[in-house]
C-alpha cells in the first residue's frame, strides 16, 4: 500500500487504506504499508504536511489555491511532501516479491508504480480519490492494471477521454463500527447545547465551504452546530461562528477516530456544504448511523445518498436553512442506514480481488516475453 500520509492523517485516502488492509489481512493477505506517519509496516522518511516547511508549502498551495489550479487543470500536482516521499521510496524500494502495488498517493505514486511495474513487472492498482480533473487523466494515461475512480460519473469522465481498465469502485464503510445506537458522545459538554445538532466533520478549508453551514444554521431559532476537523480556514470560521451563533455551537477539532460512531449517534442531521464530493466516507459514517443528509445538489452526491436527505443548492442559505430545518423535523425510519447498507469494505473489496484475479490470469495466458508492462 503506498499510503504517504498514512498514520497521521486521517482523510479519506488515509481511512481508505485503514479500512482496506483491515479487510484484505482478515482474509489472510499479507499487506505491507509505506507511509510517513507512525505504526506503519515500512515507515518513508520524507516532508510531512502537518509541520515545518511541509505544513508552509501546504498552506500556501491551500490559500492561494494552486494546488487545486494544478491538478484541475495541468494534470499534476505541485506537491512537496508527494515528491520528498517517492524520492525516498525509490531508493529504497528494492522489493520484488509483491504481487501488488496499489497506490493512494496521487500522481507521484503512480509514476513510482508506473517506474516499479517496468522494473520487476508487478501489477498496480491506483485508487483515484479526487475529483474531476486533468491529473484524473494523467494517472489514466499510465495504464494502471486497475485504475479505481469512486463513481459512475467520474467512470463516465474517464471514458470518454481514454480506454483502459477503469471500473467504478465506491467506498465502503463498516457496518459493524457505525450503526444506530443509544451509546452518546457527551464528554464535551454536547449534552449541555440546545438541539437539534447539526453535524460537520469536514476539513476547515476553502473547498469545504463550513461558513456557509454556520450562516445557514444562525437563520433558525433553534438547533446548535457542532464540528470538527481544522484547518487553514478555522480562525476565520471560528470568528464567524461565535458572531453569528454566540454559544449555539461547539467546535471539537480534531477528535479520535474511535469516538466518531458516538458523534454521530449523538446529532441529528449531518450537513455537507463542500464545493465537490467523491464518494464520501463521512456520508457513509453518517448514513450509517442513521444520519439524515443535507449535502449540495450534484450527481455524485445524489448517487451517494439517494432518498436519505435533501439535495440543495447550499450557497443559498435561505434554501439551506429551510432543509436543515426539514431535515431536522422528519421521521427518517431507517431509510439513511438502508442507503448506507448499498456499501460495505466487504463489498469493495470482492470486487478489487475480482479484478486483481482477472490481472493474474491475463499475466499468464501471455507469454512471458509479452506480458510485461
Not at 506503519?40 to 509541520?51: K, L, Y
Not at 520484488?96 to 513510482?112: C, H, I, K, R
Not at 443535507?294 to 434554501?319: C, F, P, Q
Request: with cysteine.
Amino acid at each position: 500500500m503506498i499510503s504517504p500520509h498514512y498514520g497521521y492523517l486521517g482523510r479519506g485516502a488515509e481511512s481508505f487504506t485503514r479500512e482496506i488492509t483491515k479487510v484484505l489481512k482478515k482474509r489472510g493477505h499479507t499487506v505491507d504499508i509505506y507511509g510517513m506517519g507512525s505504526n506503519v509496516s515500512n515507515p518513508v522518511e520524507a516532508i510531512r504536511i502537518d509541520q515545518g516547511i511541509g505544513k508552509i508549502w501546504s498552506d500556501i498551495c491551500t490559500k492561494t489555491q494552486i494546488d487545486g489550479f494544478f491538478k484541475k487543470f495541468i494534470g499534476i500536482e505541485p506537491n512537496l511532501s508527494h515528491l520528498s516521499y517517492f524520492l525516498t521510496m525509490s531508493s529504497i524500494f528494492k522489493d520484488n516479491t509483491y504481487d501488488f502495488l496499489w497506490n493512494n498517493g496521487e500522481m507521484f505514486g503512480a509514476l513510482f508504480c508506473f517506474k516499479i511495474r517496468k522494473r520487476y513487472n508487478i501489477p498496480f492498482i491506483v485508487t483515484f480519490h479526487g475529483n474531476e480533473s486533468m491529473m484524473m487523466l494523467t494517472e489514466a494515461k499510465l495504464k494502471p492494471d486497475i485504475f479505481a475512480v469512486l463513481t459512475p460519473q467520474y467512470k463516465n469522465f474517464l471514458g470518454r477521454k481514454i480506454e483502459g481498465n477503469i471500473k467504478c469502485i465506491p467506498n465502503g464503510i463498516d457496518l459493524t463500527l457505525f450503526k444506530p445506537n443509544k451509546k452518546k458522545l457527551n464528554k464535551y459538554g454536547l449534552d449541555k447545547l440546545e438541539r437539534p445538532l447539526y453535524l460537520s466533520t469536514s476539513a476547515l478549508t476553502e473547498g469545504k465551504r463550513v461558513e456557509l453551514a454556520v450562516k445557514a444554521i444562525a437563520r433558525l431559532k433553534k438547533g446548535s452546530f457542532v464540528f470538527t476537523q481544522t484547518g487553514p480556514e478555522q480562525k476565520r470560521i471560528l470568528v464567524l461562528a461565535k458572531k453569528l451563533l454566540k454559544n449555539r455551537f461547539k467546535w471539537l477539532g480534531s477528535i479520535p477516530f474511535k469516538e466518531l460512531p458516538a458523534l454521530y449517534n449523538t446529532c441529528d442531521v449531518y450537513i455537507n456544504t463542500s464545493r465537490s464530493e467523491g464518494h464520501s466516507l463521512a456520508l457513509m459514517e453518517a448514513m450509517a448511523c442513521n444520519l439524515p443528509i443535507v449535502t449540495h445538489n450534484d450527481e455524485n452526491r445524489k448517487w451517494s445518498i439517494g432518498e436519505a436527505g435533501y439535495l440543495v443548492d447550499v450557497t443559498n442559505i435561505k434554501v439551506l436553512a429551510k432543509a436543515l430545518l426539514r431535515a431536522s423535523k422528519k421521521d427518517w425510519k431507517n431509510i439513511p442506514r438502508k442507503q448506507a447498507e448499498k456499501f460495505s469494505w466487504d463489498k469493495t473489496v470482492d470486487v478489487y480481488l475480482d479484478e486483481m484475479e482477472r490481472v493474474n490470469q491475463s499475466k499468464k495466458a501471455l507469454p512471458s516475453e509479452l506480458s510485461e508492462n
